[in-house]
């Protein structure tokens, strides 16, 4: 299940050139889909196919009830840092690696006041669900599936530093869909942007992104 991140009244970030986030989300992750499915023979569903708003426990929901064997959500953030650039990718975990993955996913978990959602509700599930989470399959694949994603990755793509990271999203929360967020770049850093709203570009990596979920489905962690 790939999740193009944000959509509709939510933009997500938006870059120096005014590049949207959930355009350059929703494009990678279609071409991501169209490439599993071609070319990687992986049965592959997208959250949102055009520019909606969808709350981030509609996605995990989906998810869920399409019992995906991979949630993949897929963001092009901003940072404080302009120069912070490169593509990293995020677990579910109470602690954070560091305070910008605090920050950025307070950020994202923020998402849902464009549905008129009570976000109190939501942060009290993730706290429920981190305390229930005896699901260690799930955990351990999501694990086994950042390292195997970003090793990959990393082979053709600049990587952020410290690429594999974890923070308390919402929309990662499935006990049991392994669930992981890539941020492909970021918005706020001149070439990653130029990188993202160039067409050419975007589909380098949705090409690395398709071929490292599919190395990811083939690990024994996934058999
Ligand atoms: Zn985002």
Same mark, same amino acid.
């Given at each position: 299940?790939?999740?193009?991140?944000?959509?509709?009244?939510?933009?997500?970030?938006?870059?120096?050139?005014?590049?949207?986030?959930?355009?350059?989300?929703?494009?990678?992750?279609?071409? *991501?889909?169209?490439?599993?499915?071609?070319?990687?023979?992986?049965?592959? =569903? /997208?959250?949102?196919?055009?520019?909606?708003?969808?709350?981030?426990?509609?996605?995990?929901?989906?998810?869920?009830?399409?019992?995906?064997?991979?949630? *993949?959500?897929?963001?092009?953030? %901003?940072?404080?840092?302009?120069?912070?650039?490169? /593509? %990293?990718?995020?677990?579910?975990?109470?602690?954070?690696?560091? #305070?910008?993955?605090?920050? /950025?996913?307070?950020?994202?978990?923020?998402?849902?006041?464009?549905?008129?959602?009570? #976000?109190?509700?939501?942060?009290?599930?993730?706290?429920?669900?981190? =305390?229930?989470?005896?699901?260690?399959?799930?955990?351990?694949? #999501?694990? *086994?599936?950042?390292?195997?994603?970003?090793?990959?990755?990393?082979?053709?793509? =600049?990587? /952020?530093?410290?690429?594999?990271?974890?923070?308390?999203?919402?929309?990662?929360?499935?006990?049991?869909?392994? #669930?992981?967020?890539?941020?492909?770049?970021?918005?706020?850093?001149?070439?990653?942007?130029?990188?993202?709203?160039?067409?050419?570009?975007?589909?380098?990596?949705?090409? *690395?992104?398709?071929?490292?979920?599919?190395?990811?489905? %083939?690990?024994?962690?996934?058999?």
């Amino acid at each position: 299940m790939l999740d193009p991140g944000h959509g509709g009244p939510d933009p997500g970030a938006i870059g120096l050139h005014g590049t949207q986030e959930k355009d350059v989300t929703l494009d990678i992750a279609r071409e *991501v889909a169209r490439l599993l499915i071609d070319r990687h023979r992986v049965v592959t =569903r /997208l959250t949102r196919s055009d520019d909606r708003f969808l709350a981030l426990d509609d996605r995990v929901a989906i998810a869920r009830k399409a019992e995906a064997d991979l949630f *993949v959500s897929i963001h092009a953030d %901003s940072a404080p840092n302009v120069g912070a650039r490169g /593509l %990293s990718a995020y677990t579910l975990s109470t602690k954070a690696s560091d #305070s910008f993955a605090s920050r /950025l996913a307070q950020q994202e978990n923020q998402a849902d006041r464009f549905g008129g959602r009570d #976000s109190k509700a939501g942060r009290q599930i993730v706290k429920d669900i981190l =305390r229930d989470l005896t699901a260690r399959h799930t955990r351990n694949a #999501s694990l *086994v599936a950042r390292q195997t994603l970003v090793r990959g990755a990393g082979r053709d793509l =600049r990587l /952020l530093d410290n690429p594999m990271r974890a923070a308390n999203f919402a929309v990662l929360k499935a006990p049991d869909v392994p #669930s992981l967020l890539v941020e492909t770049g970021f918005l706020s850093n001149p070439q990653d942007e130029e990188m993202l709203r160039t067409p050419d570009a975007r589909r380098r990596v949705a090409r *690395v992104l398709a071929r490292e979920i599919a190395a990811v489905l %083939s690990h024994r962690q996934f058999a």
